[in-house]
């Protein structure tokens, strides 16, 4: 049942960083049309959006990290088996957040990459 809801959290987790992804794309769609204009590559714009989504990751992850250390020790009376500080398990869950994200950002990357330049700058906002 635990296992159930953290798979539940993770993919909460997912969903909530590709709609973030998404909007950032989406709101983006001139400056990246422009960017094709000048002459960047699909892989340059896929590898700045990866670059820039993955950077918020890793931020909310290290966040999430000093949290779960710091909670861990106020915790550790309730925890039975585990220590505060469970090193495997923390490692598990840092490569997990981070596949999130990186799994997340894979649509909204696509999208970038297609982005027609004279679409974009046609379209009004």
Known sequence: MVAGFALLAWL???TGLYA?????????TRELGVR?????TPAGIGTRVVRESLGDALVGVAAG???AL???RL???LLVGVGGADLPTLAVVTCGMLAAAALASL???LR???VDPVVALRSEF
């Open 36 to 40: 094709v204009a000048l002459g960047a």
């Open 75 to 77: 915790l550790e009376g």
């Open 12 to 14: 909460l987790a997912a």
């Open 112 to 114: 970038a990459t297609r």
């Open 70 to 72: 710091a909670s861990g």
């Open 107 to 109: 649509p909204p990357v």
């Open 20 to 28: 973030v992804l998404a909007l950032f794309v989406s709101t983006r």
């Open 65 to 67: 990290l000093v949290l």
